[in-house]
């Protein structure tokens, strides 16, 4: 799931904490060129300010009229127990809803009643925890499990049940001009992004202006690598060029759970730090075939924002190769 389903619970929460009413709406299918997936989020709130989206734009309009009148309409009238809507079932309401090549959404509406699970879920998720929520339509009924990653949502016209898990996060060792542009660009990627440089010389000029999902960890690098506990959503990138913060911070990262761990510098600086690594640490060559070094991709990169473009661009790609191996492990366990 997206961060961003995160904030729409944030929002919902929040809107009912200060007395409104609202209905979050759920993606549950789709057909055809639909622009949002199954199990984007959406809140409505009984003014018809909305957070999140199901299409894009193309039904929000309709939705938001539909949803708030019936949040207005007395407290005795209104449905407290979700139902189902679908936009596009023919090609001529397709074509007025705006939904591009035919598409068909079918969304589940559900009365924001009681919240204990919205902050029980963002709690947890906080956490680095990964959350299964299963709603009962017919009594409204919502239960949490843990949930493993790469599960899907799930649909059998009875029980919808959504994923809620951590966003995936991005611990920068060093605080230099490059941290600062990949930092900038990692947040617009939607990381939480986490900064670990002693030098305090560096680290002020990097939050002399706050950045949003952008913060600063305290501590030796290596510390806190340990402190973070780095899951399968977490990447690490060293960009000192100092061997005395980078190379401690990397044995702790190579020998944890993270999914992405990186090393600035050239091809015989990375086979020098892979000696060092072996021959002082007792590094094995599988932990150090997990090291991506030179970090990023190779797009011919020279200035600061082009290698930030390389780095990301190869951090996700293996964030998103890591994510589909893990839905097609859980596809493949659910058959057997």
């Known amino acids: 799931m997206e961060s961003l389903d995160l904030r729409v619970l944030e929002d919902a929460l ?4 200060a007395g409104h009413a609202v209905t979050l709406v759920t993606v549950v299918e789709t057909w055809g060129s639909a622009p949002r997936p199954p199990g984007a989020l959406l809140a409505v709130r009984d003014d018809g300010v909305v957070s999140g989206s199901v299409s894009g734009g193309c039904v929000e309009d309709d939705l938001i009229s539909r949803t708030k009148a019936s949040l ?14 679908a936009y596009g079932v023919s090609k001529e309401e397709a074509a007025r809803f705006g939904l591009p090549c035919g598409g068909t959404l079918r969304l589940v509406q559900e009365p924001l009643m009681a919240t204990g699970w919205i902050e029980e879920v963002l709690q947890r998720t906080a956490e680095h925890q990964l959350v299964s929520r299963s709603l009962t339509l017919s009594t409204g009924e919502v239960v949490l ?11 059998d016209g009875l029980v919808l049940t959504t994923l809620f898990g951590p966003r995936w996060r991005l611990l920068l060792i060093g605080a230099g001009q490059l941290s600062q542009t990949v930092a900038g660009m990692a947040s617009a ?24 999902n952008v913060r600063r960890v305290h501590g030796m690098p290596d510390d806190v690598v340990r402190e973070i ?50 021959e002082h640490f007792d590094m094995t060559a599988h932990q150090l075939e997990r090291l991506h ?44």
């Open 14 to 17: 929040a809107w009912r904490r």
């Open 72 to 85: 207005n309409q007395p407290e005795a009238e209104r449905t407290t127990k979700p139902g189902m809507i």
């Open 145 to 155: 499990k843990p949930a493993q990653r790469g599960q899907a949502m799930r649909f």
């Open 189 to 212: 990627l939607d990381f939480e992004v986490l900064v670990c440089d002693p030098r305090e010389e560096y680290a002020h000029t990097l939050f002399e202006r706050p950045m949003a």
């Open 229 to 278: 506990q780095p899951d399968v959503h977490t990447a690490i990138v060293a960009l000192t060029h100092d061997p005395k913060l980078d190379d401690m911070a990397l044995l702790e990262a190579l020998d944890s759970e993270a999914f992405y761990v990186g090393a600035l510098g050239s091809r015989r600086n990375q086979e020098a730090r892979k000696k060092r690594l072996a």
């Open 293 to 336: 070094g030179p970090v990023g991709l190779r797009i011919g990169a020279r200035t600061p924002a082009e290698i930030a473009v390389s780095i990301l661009a190869e951090i996700v790609q293996v964030k998103n190769t890591v994510s589909a191996v893990a839905a097609s492990s859980v596809s493949a366990c659910a058959v057997a």
